[in-house]
């Protein structure tokens, strides 16, 4: 089982638009995000070492749609507590070691991944989960995760801590 440890991510957020807007359609209440985090990643095979990694973030982020580096997301359901999003996504790369023999010569594609978020905001913490499957055939696998965090901030700098668990398909690997 390969971990992954969010050390930090940070978020500068700028509102785009008047202030005060408040309508209730797609673009409403939009704004850019920008950060990055750490991320800490335990070895799943024998003879490769711990790798940790800067991980930028840039997003445009809206009442009920998302676009980002990490995919595409819109909001079904949006109360004070509790949103569900739909997601496309690009699939992450393959595990496969660069360096084990075992592997050489193996190729697959950037596969697409689709699916939902759920998460539940009771202050100041958050429960979140989710499910993904590939759609575009390239591994024909599926990943669900769940985290549990906080969020806060501090002037113009949001911080998010949390931990999680993720449970992959082997066919996602």
Same mark, same amino acid.
């Given at each position: 089982?390969k971990?992954?440890?969010?050390?930090?991510?940070?978020?500068?957020? /700028?509102?785009?638009? !008047?202030?005060?807007?408040?309508?209730?359609?797609?673009?409403?209440? @939009?704004?850019?995000? &920008? $950060?990055g985090?750490?991320?800490?990643?335990?070895?799943?095979?024998?003879g490769?070492?711990?790798? /940790?990694?800067?991980? !930028?973030f840039?997003?445009?982020?809206?009442?009920?749609?998302?676009? @980002?580096?990490?995919? &595409? $997301?819109?909001?079904?359901?949006?109360?004070?507590?509790?949103?569900?999003?739909?997601?496309?996504?690009?699939?992450?790369? !393959?595990?496969?070691?660069?360096?084990n023999?075992?592997?050489?010569?193996?190729?697959?594609?950037?596969?697409?991944?689709?699916?939902?978020?759920?998460?539940?905001?009771f202050?100041?913490f958050?429960?979140?989960?989710?499910?993904?499957?590939?759609?575009?055939?390239?591994?024909?696998?599926?990943?669900?995760?769940?985290k549990?965090?906080?969020?806060?901030?501090?002037?113009?700098?949001?911080?998010?801590?949390?931990?999680?668990?993720?449970?992959?398909?082997?066919?996602w690997?």
């Amino acid at each position: 089982m390969k971990l992954r440890f969010v050390a930090l991510v940070a978020t500068a957020t /700028t509102l785009v638009g !008047p202030p005060g807007a408040a309508a209730d359609g797609v673009f409403s209440n @939009g704004q850019f995000n &920008i $950060g990055g985090g750490a991320v800490h990643t335990q070895h799943l095979y024998e003879g490769e070492e711990y790798e /940790t990694s800067f991980v !930028p973030f840039l997003s445009y982020d809206s009442d009920r749609l998302h676009l @980002g580096f990490d995919g &595409i $997301g819109y909001k079904v359901i949006r109360s004070d507590n509790l949103e569900l999003a739909l997601r496309l996504s690009p699939g992450q790369t !393959p595990d496969f070691p660069e360096k084990n023999p075992l592997y050489a010569g193996l190729i697959r594609g950037t596969p697409v991944d689709a699916g939902f978020d759920i998460s539940y905001q009771f202050e100041p913490f958050y429960v979140t989960g989710g499910v993904m499957m590939d759609v575009a055939s390239e591994h024909s696998g599926y990943q669900a995760e769940v985290k549990v965090g906080s969020q806060f901030s501090l002037g113009a700098l949001g911080v998010d801590i949390g931990a999680g668990a993720v449970r992959r398909q082997g066919f996602w690997n």
